[in-house]
């Protein structure tokens, strides 16, 4: 009933419109010259794929994060899969970064019940589908035991990081000496990256690289 009540608010807010429609009919390869993707290094090993300011960019993330929109995961995924497939042939070769997890940032679990969903896991289970899995073990080792605060309601970096503080808990048996790749729809001053990858190297994972959709 909540999820309901939420997509009819979400409707009203956000009403769907023929850009949603372009969207969930458009392959990756439109989509990425569309929007003239280019990789964007937003920190150290932290990797964005499109500017978030772009209308097609924000729709889509929209239809991902509010709406679940399976068909945008879809497409998103297909354009994130390109971009990471494409930086892991020039990047593990240098870095022994072989046979990583992938690792979508878990929500609160009040968070995700509320929602119904974790726009963060669509992607990732989509990026699985494309290839049947061989290139990557997907893992949910990484968790978030705190409902923190929407990092859109906290204006610093400093801020950000504080709130997130100890939002994350990652099993040690899972992800103790292996390589990471966290997924996430949008990253602003990469303060969920930081923490959630502070957290997996404190279990002892090897190497953590996030990539997100967008910036």
């Given at each position: 009933m909540l999820l309901v009540m939420f997509q009819f608010l979400l409707d009203n807010i956000f009403p769907r419109k023929a850009l949603v429609r372009e969207l969930e009919r458009m392959d990756a390869f439109s989509?990425?010259?569309?929007?003239?993707?280019?990789?964007l290094y937003v920190g150290k090993e932290t990797i964005s794929c499109f500017e978030y300011q772009n209308p097609l960019v924000r729709q889509a993330i929209i239809e991902l994060k509010y709406r679940g929109n399976k068909k945008v995961a879809r497409l998103l995924a297909t354009a994130l899969y390109d971009e990471l497939m494409?930086?892991?042939?020039?990047?593990?070769p240098l870095t022994n970064f072989s046979e990583p997890l992938l690792m979508p940032i878990p929500l609160s679990k009040k968070r995700e019940s509320e929602r119904g969903f974790n726009q963060c896991r669509l992607l990732a289970d989509a990026l699985l589908n494309i290839d049947g899995g061989k290139n990557f073990t997907l893992s949910f080792a990484?968790?978030?035991?705190?409902?923190t605060e929407s990092q859109t309601k906290v204006n610093s970096r400093t801020e950000r990081l504080s709130n997130l503080t100890g939002c994350f808990t990652a099993e040690q048996s899972v992800v103790g000496r292996r390589n990471i790749i966290l997924i996430d729809d949008v990253t602003t001053t990469g303060a969920t990256?930081?923490?959630a990858r502070r957290t997996l190297l404190r279990a002892g994972a090897r190497k953590v690289i996030a990539f997100a959709v967008a910036h």
């Open positions: 989509f990425a010259a569309r929007v003239k993707g280019a990789m494409g930086f892991l042939e020039e990047y593990a990484l968790t978030k035991c705190k409902d990256f930081l923490e």
